[in-house]
């Protein structure tokens, strides 16, 4: 008898938590992106070189990509603290750590050290351990994302023969 009075309780527990998770979740992946997007608007010459040494992309696409994402993740970040366009803004924060993870194991294969650029040390080889951390924010994007459809109100169907209008 106790146990089935405390268990509604129990689940809208679960649900405020789930639901207040999601959104530290999503403020801080936010806070990270305008992070690196600030660094990256602080020496775009810096960061372009490094767009270069991971030799992704041509010179003309990558010199577009190094004026391009840094705005993009300003865009992006407004959006994830402010709560704005949540499942385009945590689709495309799933691209951006997509691409994140390419670039991290394309360093990987070229075994490139990058030069205090995103950590406060002087130099850091580029490792599994870093494309491992990406990957686990990849994971945890994902699982918001998926949240967010979940909990996507959809529209009621009408009842056959009643008008729109």
């Known amino acids: 008898m106790y146990q089935d009075k405390c268990f509604p309780k129990t689940i809208v527990c679960l649900k405020n938590l789930t639901k207040y998770l999601n959104i530290i979740i999503r403020v801080c992946l936010g806070i990270t992106i305008c992070c690196l997007a600030l660094a990256k608007l602080r020496q775009p010459y810096e960061f372009l ?14 010199m577009l990509g190094g004026m391009v994402l840094p705005w993009a993740e300003v865009v992006l970040s407004t959006c994830l603290i402010g709560g704005l366009f949540l499942h385009g803004a945590l689709f495309v924060c799933m691209l951006l750590y997509g691409i994140y993870i390419a670039c991290i194991a394309s360093a990987i294969c070229h075994k490139i050290v990058f030069h205090g650029y995103f950590w406060p040390v002087d130099s850091i080889h580029i490792g599994t351990p870093m494309l491992l951390l990406i990957i686990l924010i990849f994971m945890i994007t994902l699982l918001g994302y998926i949240y967010e459809i979940k909990t996507l109100k959809k529209p009621k169907p009408d009842v056959i023969g009643r008008s729109n209008s």
């Open 49 to 62: 070189s490094y767009i270069y040494q991971l030799e992704i992309t041509g010179p003309q696409l990558g």
